[in-house]
Every structure is written in C-alpha cells, then in structure tokens.
C-alpha cells in the first residue's frame, strides 16, 4: 500500500469556500465544518484584519448579499438554464460592500441577523435582512465633503487566492509580526 499527501492536505481549512459553478443560486459557504475541499469550490481566505476582528462571518454574509450576488452575475460567465460559472481571475472583480469596517451599527445589525440565521436556519429571512440593512445604509442621506466608496474587491479583502501553496495560518502569524 502506498501513502501519499497531496498539497491540499496541507493546507488550511478555509473559513469561506464558494461554488466554482451554480444553477440559480451561487452562493458563499462560512466553512463551520472546516472541510478541505478538493477541487470544486473557491477557497476564501479573509485578511488578518478581518480575521482579528472577528469579522469573518460578516464578510460571508456581506458576500451572500444582493449588493454582491449581483455584481457575481457581471464578472462571471454565463451559461444556459441560468447557470453561472467564475473563475479565480473573475471572483477577483466581485464588488463587496465594505462599509462595515468602519461602522459599529451595521456591524451589530448584520451579527444579529447571523446569530438568528444559525438559530432557524432560514436562508431567505437572512438574506432579506441583510439586504434591508444594506439598503437603509445605502438610502440614509450624508454630508458628505469627499467621494466614498461603498464598495471594493475580493482581493482587497483575502489575505491569498486559495491557489496558492502558503499555509493560512503560517501567513497569519507572519501578519501579526508585522
């Protein structure tokens, strides 16, 4: 009998994974099992700021949003019966609200609406709360002396693409020496 190890074994488990291809519904997973996935999913590892404050599961909510499900339908590839297919490159131009980093309110909003999704496990409810809290942010009028952006890209936010061959935890602690 032989014993391999592949490089995935290797690696760590990712905090968020997402469907390479999906029917109707594509959708960002918070990796609550801590599954390696082999091949069929996008490895998303959030940067140490992120992971630190303990943001991890807004970022999956934030990806899961019609701010972002929206924007996954431009910067993929389109394919009969509603089926989308994005590739590493592609998932690179997803917006994603990021307005979060920098407000306590829809912070604790978005957490509440995730400590009762993993109570009732209720996809929809979820996601029309947090759509809603989005869109009240987005509505509420502002003084505002310069531009802001409401939004930025996945790379922004991921410590490395899920290709690469550094272990997560490696990079994080290199990240806290910084």
């Known amino acids: 009998m032989v014993i ?17 291809l999906a029917r109707d519904n594509p959708r960002f997973i918070l990796n ?23 943001c991890v599961e807004i970022l999956w909510a934030l990806l899961n949003s019609q701010f972002s499900m929206l924007n996954l339908r431009e910067v993929g590839r389109k394919y009969g019966g509603n089926t989308i297919k ?15 980093r920098y407000l ?15 109570t009732d496990r209720n996809t929809q409810k979820f996601l029309n709360t947090l759509n809603h809290i989005i869109d009240n942010y987005l509505k509420e009028p502002r003084q505002i002396k310069k531009p802001i952006s409401y939004s930025t890209t996945l790379p922004q936010i991921m410590l490395f693409r899920g290709k690469h061959k550094i272990e997560y935890s490696a990079k994080l602690k290199q990240s806290k020496k910084d």
């Open 104 to 118: 306590k309110k829809i912070k604790s909003e978005i957490k509440n609406g995730i400590k009762i999704f993993k």
């Open 32 to 54: 609550e099992a801590g599954v390696r996935p082999v091949n069929v999913f996008h490895l998303i590892y959030p940067k140490l700021e992120i992971v630190k404050n303990e």
């Open 4 to 20: 391999t190890k592949s490089t995935m074994e290797k690696r760590e488990v990712p905090p968020i994974i997402f469907t390479l």
């Open 86 to 100: 994005i590739e590493p490159r592609e998932l690179d131009n997803l917006l994603v609200f990021n307005r979060c």
